[in-house]
């Protein structure tokens, strides 16, 4: 069975203290990794999608890395306008559209 | 602008009383999905959709039905609600099997 964990639940930050969220998968084999952000309310934005080990994206304060059998997503100089739940799903290889999805990490950026 | 939208955004209703709630994009996505979000269980998906007239069942369907009759449209149903469906509910559509999805607002919907 397809699963996804990821880590911490909840990260608290200063302003610019740059850290890391992670998502540990099992899956039987990856066709593609994303990472959403949620905030309060709303649905989910999606933000990267990695397809395969050793691949790396990056959209201004965040980037997003994968291995075989996790993903990081890394904010550099955090922002308080970061702040929202971070959503880690992986779809299958042979799993039509089917998406399993994390817990999330809580991101709490304070000034 | 290029957007996933559901109707209603709130809806309380009584156990029993059949209802749809509608989603609609317009960015000519052929891959089409609906989620339920509860606390400490996350996003689970009930159904999706490769095409018109082409569903199948996510990891949730009990208790819902879905029809996709044109390209831009996705209802949810649920014939006969229980409290056990209050929840928050998020459509979603996509261009192709391995992009991202775009999720509309969502509905909250309870059910008393």
């Known amino acids: 069975e397809d699963q996804v964990t990821q880590s911490p639940e909840a990260l608290r930050l200063q302003e610019g203290e740059s850290s890391s969220l992670n998502c540990s998968y099992t899956?039987?084999?990856?066709?593609?990794l994303f990472w959403y952000r949620q905030d309060p309310g709303k649905g989910p934005e999606f933000l990267f999608t990695?397809?395969?080990a050793g691949e790396e994206k990056e959209k201004e304060r965040l980037k997003a890395t994968l291995t075989k059998k996790e993903s990081f997503l890394h904010i550099t100089a955090p922002k308080p306008e970061d702040s929202a739940t971070y959503l880690c799903a992986v779809q299958a290889v042979g799993g039509a559209q089917k998406l399993v999805f994390g817990q999330g990490t809580r991101l709490t950026i304070n000034p | 602008e290029a957007q996933v939208t559901q109707n209603p955004r709130y809806l309380i209703t009584v156990t029993g009383k059949k209802l749809t709630v509608t989603c609609s994009q317009n960015?000519?996505?052929?891959?089409m999905s609906w989620y339920r979000q509860d606390p400490g269980l996350g996003l689970r998906q009930i159904y999706y959709s490769m095409n018109v007239e082409v569903t199948d069942k996510g990891d949730v369907p009990e208790g819902y039905k879905v029809s996709r009759k044109e390209k831009r449209n996705f209802p949810l149903i649920l014939e006969s609600p229980s409290p056990n469906q209050t929840s928050l509910y998020f459509c979603?559509?996509?261009?192709?099997?391995?992009?991202?999805?775009?999720f509309g607002s969502g509905t909250r919907l309870t059910v008393v």
């Open positions: 960015m000519n996505h052929e891959y």
């Open positions: 990695l397809y395969s």
């Open positions: 979603a559509s996509s261009l192709a099997p391995n992009y991202g999805y775009t």
């Open positions: 899956v039987s084999g990856l066709r593609g």
